[in-house]
């Protein structure tokens, strides 16, 4: 039984050691996420945006919350991997409108679905400001994102994300106007 108390009590020290790893980390994390991001997301209040006039009565499975989060966080992704080291970026999103529509009039069973036909493209109107490490400007201007060819193209990244074309015209702005080196304006 010696033997049995033992082996109990070292799976019993591994298992609070391991605790202790994931509480540390966990801390170490929280402490990385208050440093500040190179790349800054703003939204306009979300009653001022279209799709969210456009949807009063909240359809569909996505709330205005989690496809923000999202959004916001493809954009900051991307354009980290893009931006040269100590150059930041801020993007103040004013309005948008994600790929597809609601269609009430089909039948109920549709209700919640976004029908995505070529009348109902993704937009989005923002403006932008690229600041260098000294805090000076670099650029800053305004875009009005559109892509109205969405559904003849090929269908990008994963094709069951929800946002997958709202995000490629994302992605294309940001390489369009940050990809290549540009010289300030």
Do not use: C
Not at 66 to 91: F, I, M, N, Y
């Amino acid at each position: 039984m010696k033997g049995f108390a033992r082996i109990r009590s070292l799976s019993g020290r591994i298992i609070a050691a391991g605790m202790l790893a994931v509480a540390a980390s966990t801390a170490l994390a929280t402490v990385e996420d208050k440093s500040p991001a190179r790349v800054q997301v703003t939204w306009a209040p979300a009653e001022q945006l279209t799709e969210v006039k456009d949807n009063p009565i909240r359809r569909g499975w996505m709330r205005t919350e989690e496809w923000q989060k999202s959004l916001s966080d493809r954009l900051r992704k991307r354009a980290d991997g893009l931006l040269p080291a100590g150059q930041r970026l801020e993007v103040s999103i004013d309005d948008l409108h994600l790929a597809g529509s609601f269609e009430p009039w089909r039948r109920t069973s549709l209700d919640e679905a976004r029908i995505l036909k070529d009348i109902y493209p993704p937009w989005m109107n923002l403006h932008y400001k690229l600041i260098a490490s000294d805090g000076s400007t670099i650029r800053e201007g305004a875009a009005k994102l559109r892509d109205s060819a969405y559904l003849q193209r090929a269908v990008p990244f994963n094709e069951s994300d929800p946002l997958r074309y709202d995000k490629r015209m994302i992605d294309e702005w940001l390489w369009r106007e940050f990809g290549r080196a540009k010289p300030a304006t």
